[in-house]
């Protein structure tokens, strides 16, 4: 195999997600799967991409009312064996993610969590 055939569609999905904070999983199908690149790239391909990038630790993904929701993280410290907790804005639609350190004993935790407003629009 090539080496192009295995980095360009990660170059691709790269620069996808470089363009906005988040990106959905439909998006990303649309527009990596879809025509807007010729030749598409396989549907399985993208599935191991986003499988890798986040085993690597380089991204998270939460599923955000029935959308899975796909972005980068945003820690520039973060641990892949960090226990990770996705923070989604009610308010402003800002998603941040919180690394936790961790012991090795105990398995990888991804939680999510809802709040009614961030740092970066506080309620009062
Ligand atoms: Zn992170
Ligand atoms: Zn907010």
């Known amino acids: 195999m090539s080496d192009s055939r295995v980095t360009e569609p990660r170059k691709r999905f790269v620069e996808l997600l470089s363009l906005s904070s988040r990106i959905t999983f439909s998006d990303l199908r649309r527009d990596l799967v879809g025509k807007k ?16 990038f986040k085993a690597q630790g ?4 939460t599923t955000i009312a029935g959308e ?3 972005f980068a993280c945003q820690c520039a ?3 892949i ?4 907790t996705i923070s989604f804005c009610e308010n402003c639609g800002a ?10 004993q105990l398995t990888l935790s991804q ?3 809802q709040t009614k407003s961030c740092s970066a629009c506080v309620i009062r």
């Open 37 to 52: 690149w010729q030749p598409g790239m396989n549907l399985a391909t993208l599935y191991r991409i986003v499988d890798t």
């Open 58 to 61: 380089l991204i998270h993904e």
């Open 68 to 70: 899975r929701l796909i």
């Open 77 to 79: 410290d973060g641990r």
């Open 81 to 84: 064996d960090d226990a990770v």
């Open 95 to 104: 998603i941040y993610d919180t690394h936790t350190r961790i012991s090795a």
């Open 111 to 113: 939680t999510y969590q």
